[in-house]
C-alpha cells in the first residue's frame, strides 16, 4: 500500500506561483510513474502532468505547458509541481497519484493510477 499527501496549495494571485509537493510512503522501494491531476466542482478530474519512474519522461496537458514543471526526487520519495504564472482557471483541487504498472511511458488516463492523496485546494485569484 502507498500513501501519498499533498502539501503547497494556497491562495495566490494570478501570475502568481506556487509549488506543490507529493509525498508517498508505504513500499518505499517502489518507484511508480506519478502524475497531478485537479479537479474543480462539477467536472471530471483531469490530468495536469505526469513524469515516469526515473524523470526522464514529462507530460503535460496543453493549458499548463510552458506554466507548470513536474520533477522527482525518488530519494525523497516526493514529486513536485512548480506552478507559475498562474490564472484564475488553474483553480482547483489539486491531486497527486501513483500508477504502479507503467514502466517507462507516463499515462494521462486516470483509470491507470492505483493510489491517490486527498488533495490540495488551489485558489487563483483575478
Known amino acids: 500500500q502507498v500513501q501519498l499527501v499533498e502539501s503547497g496549495g494556497g491562495l495566490v494571485q494570478a501570475g502568481g506561483s506556487l509549488r506543490l509537493s507529493c509525498a508517498s510512503s508505504?513500499?518505499?522501494?517502489?518507484?511508480?510513474?506519478m502524475a497531478w491531476f485537479r479537479q474543480t466542482p462539477g467536472k471530471e478530474r483531469e490530468f495536469v502532468s505526469g513524469?515516469?519512474?526515473?524523470?526522464?519522461?514529462?507530460k503535460y496537458e496543453d493549458s499548463v505547458k510552458g506554466r507548470f514543471t513536474i520533477s522527482r526526487d525518488n530519494a525523497q520519495n516526493t514529486v513536485y509541481l512548480q506552478m507559475n504564472s498562474l490564472k484564475p482557471e488553474d483553480t482547483a483541487v489539486y491531486y497527486c497519484?501513483?500508477?504502479?504498472?507503467?514502466?517507462?511511458?507516463?499515462?494521462?488516463?486516470?483509470?491507470?493510477?492505483?493510489?491517490w492523496g486527498q488533495g490540495t485546494q488551489v485558489t487563483v485569484s483575478s
Open positions: 497519484a501513483a500508477d504502479e504498472d507503467s514502466m517507462v511511458v507516463v499515462r494521462s488516463d486516470r483509470e491507470y493510477y492505483d493510489y
Open positions: 508505504g513500499r518505499a522501494r517502489s518507484t511508480y510513474a
Open positions: 513524469i515516469n519512474r526515473s524523470g526522464g519522461i514529462t
